[in-house]
């Protein structure tokens, strides 16, 4: 007799009170052939799962799988009509996600979710966690997430979790299902707690070693009254969810600081050219997570640039269009406009000084529209052209960037 269940995520979330995005259903009691028969649409080789032929949701064949390989692609699936619900829900990640409800609204509930969403644990449902490295990544995305609402991993599940990490699964994971997670967590409400708990497991030593490298690395007071330096990235990634930053900033932001994980013991707290010598970290952090090219790029830019970008309003007006010529803000000013972003929220991300005013980022948006104001009209007109019209606009942009900072400046206020 089949039965249908709404199961994972949907429940979870309607038990929190949050919105339901989408929702995923399992199949009690049938067979492939049964669904088709319905007018259900297959999806993949790999797994038993089909689309409605109204909805277009997804409805899966309730199945059992277990580890045969190495890494995530090493299950076998079994899905068959004998496989009872309880046997599909125990081969989820968490309790939480592991509950079902009937089409009566009913929750079915066989391994306590209730009472963990309760006691705001993230708890996983059976050892068989241990199974798929990637679940490590998966449970810091959730606790991300669900930090807001008071949620902590449980103390057994983040024992699991150090002993994947320690295990070197984590190696077998592709590049593409990591970044996928990455990416998700780092758009969370609190990217910083993502990080934290793969700190808490060794998982972060694995997977962004030059991240995990800057903890317990310490900066001027002066200018970082937090001093760890790892303690910094954290909070600036706080302060981009803060402010609704894209992914592309949060990367960034993540990565600014790596080149102070290289600096020797002997010349801590100062960081000098820690810009120019994390490049090489950042390029390789970038080619290892397969990050998207609009993310590996602004996370070079702000790597070498950053601090450009917080003494913006010392720098002369030839740095000034080098920087802004460097970002090719005459074709492409949107790019700009992240670096100021993921400049202000390097500023704020430090102990006591979230709240600091950043005239840096008005100076060098007025500063892009000074020189982009240049128009090549006129230059035409009077007969310039090829390598003489770069030049010559060069030039115009260059005398619009010294007049603006010259009205731009403090003293003449």
Same mark, same amino acid.
């Given at each position: 007799?089949?039965?249908?269940?709404?199961?994972?995520?949907?429940?979870?979330?309607?038990?929190?009170?949050?919105?339901?995005?989408?929702?995923?259903?399992?199949?009690?009691?049938?067979?492939?052939?049964?669904?088709?028969?319905?007018?259900?649409?297959?999806?993949?080789?790999?797994?038993?799962?089909?689309?409605?032929?109204?909805?277009?949701?997804?409805?899966?064949?309730?199945?059992?799988?277990?580890?045969?390989?190495?890494?995530?692609?090493?299950?076998?699936?079994?899905?068959?009509?004998?496989?009872?619900?309880?046997?599909?829900? @125990?081969?989820?990640? #968490?309790?939480?996600?592991?509950?079902?409800?009937?089409?009566?609204?009913?929750? @079915?509930?066989?391994?306590?979710?209730?009472?963990?969403?309760?006691?705001?644990?993230?708890?996983?449902?059976?050892?068989?966690?241990?199974?798929?490295?990637?679940?490590?990544?998966?449970?810091?995305?959730?606790?991300?997430?669900?930090?807001?609402?008071?949620?902590?991993?449980?103390?057994?599940?983040?024992?699991?979790?150090?002993? #994947?990490? $320690?295990?070197?699964?984590?190696?077998?994971?592709?590049?593409?299902?990591?970044?996928?997670?990455?990416?998700?967590?780092?758009?969370?409400?609190?990217?910083?707690?993502? @990080?934290?708990?793969?700190?808490?497991?060794?998982?972060?030593?694995?997977?962004?070693? $030059?991240?995990?490298?800057?903890?317990?690395?310490?900066?001027?007071?002066?200018?970082?009254?937090? @001093?760890?330096?790892? $303690?910094?990235?954290?909070?600036?990634?706080?302060?981009?969810?803060?402010?609704?930053?894209?992914?592309?900033?949060?990367?960034?932001?993540?990565?600014?600081?790596?080149?102070?994980?290289?600096?020797?013991?002997?010349?801590?707290?100062?960081?000098?050219?820690?810009?120019?010598?994390?490049?090489?970290?950042?390029?390789?952090?970038?080619?290892?997570?397969?990050?998207?090219?609009?993310?590996?790029?602004?996370? #070079?830019?702000?790597?070498?640039?950053?601090?450009?970008?917080?003494?913006?309003? $010392?720098?002369?007006?030839?740095?000034?269009?080098?920087?802004?010529?460097?970002?090719?803000?005459?074709?492409?000013?949107?790019?700009?406009?992240?670096?100021?972003?993921?400049?202000?929220?390097?500023?704020?991300?430090?102990?006591?000084?979230?709240?600091?005013?950043?005239?840096?980022?008005?100076?060098?948006?007025?500063?892009?529209?000074?020189?982009?104001?240049?128009?090549?009209?006129?230059?035409?007109?009077?007969?310039?052209?090829?390598?003489?019209?770069?030049?010559?606009?060069?030039?115009?942009?260059?005398?619009?960037?010294?007049?603006?900072?010259?009205?731009?400046?403090?003293?003449?206020?």
């Amino acid at each position: 007799m089949m039965q249908i269940y709404k199961v994972g995520g949907a429940v979870r979330d309607r038990l929190l009170g949050r919105a339901v995005s989408e929702i995923d259903w399992v199949v009690v009691g049938a067979s492939a052939e049964q669904m088709l028969e319905l007018g259900y649409r297959p999806v993949g080789a790999d797994f038993p799962v089909f689309l409605h032929p109204q909805s277009g949701e997804e409805y899966a064949l309730a199945r059992t799988e277990r580890k045969s390989g190495r890494g995530y692609g090493g299950f076998t699936f079994f899905a068959s009509p004998e496989v009872t619900l309880e046997e599909d829900l @125990i081969r989820r990640d #968490l309790t939480v996600n592991a509950m079902a409800e009937d089409d009566h609204g009913a929750l @079915i509930d066989p391994y306590g979710g209730q009472r963990d969403l309760a006691a705001r644990l993230l708890r996983h449902v059976s050892p068989a966690f241990a199974e798929d490295p990637l679940r490590v990544l998966r449970v810091a995305r959730f606790a991300a997430r669900y930090a807001p609402l008071g949620f902590t991993v449980a103390p057994e599940t983040m024992a699991l979790m150090r002993a #994947l990490s $320690e295990s070197g699964e984590l190696s077998a994971l592709t590049p593409e299902r990591s970044w996928k997670e990455i990416s998700r967590a780092l758009m969370e409400p609190r990217p910083d707690v993502f @990080i934290q708990v793969l700190r808490d497991c060794g998982a972060l030593r694995e997977l962004l070693p $030059e991240v995990d490298a800057l903890f317990g690395v310490p900066q001027p007071a002066a200018h970082h009254p937090e @001093i760890d330096t790892g $303690e910094h990235v954290l909070s600036v990634l706080r302060q981009c969810a803060e402010h609704q930053q894209p992914l592309t900033v949060r990367w960034a932001c993540l990565l600014h600081d790596v080149g102070k994980g290289l600096k020797p013991e002997a010349e801590w707290p100062r960081h000098i050219a820690h810009e120019h010598t994390g490049l090489k970290l950042i390029r390789a952090i970038n080619q290892r997570c397969k990050a998207p090219k609009d993310c590996q790029e602004l996370a #070079l830019q702000v790597g070498e640039f950053h601090t450009h970008g917080h003494r913006a309003l $010392e720098l002369k007006a030839s740095t000034l269009l080098k920087l802004l010529q460097g970002f090719d803000v005459f074709r492409r000013p949107q790019r700009f406009e992240e670096f100021i972003a993921a400049c202000e929220m390097d500023a704020r991300g430090r102990l006591g000084l979230e709240q600091r005013a950043y005239p840096q980022a008005d100076y060098l948006r007025a500063a892009m529209h000074a020189a982009r104001a240049v128009a090549v009209q006129p230059l035409l007109a009077q007969g310039f052209k090829g390598a003489e019209l770069g030049e010559a606009l060069n030039r115009e942009r260059l005398q619009a960037l010294t007049t603006y900072k010259a009205s731009a400046s403090p003293q003449s206020h």
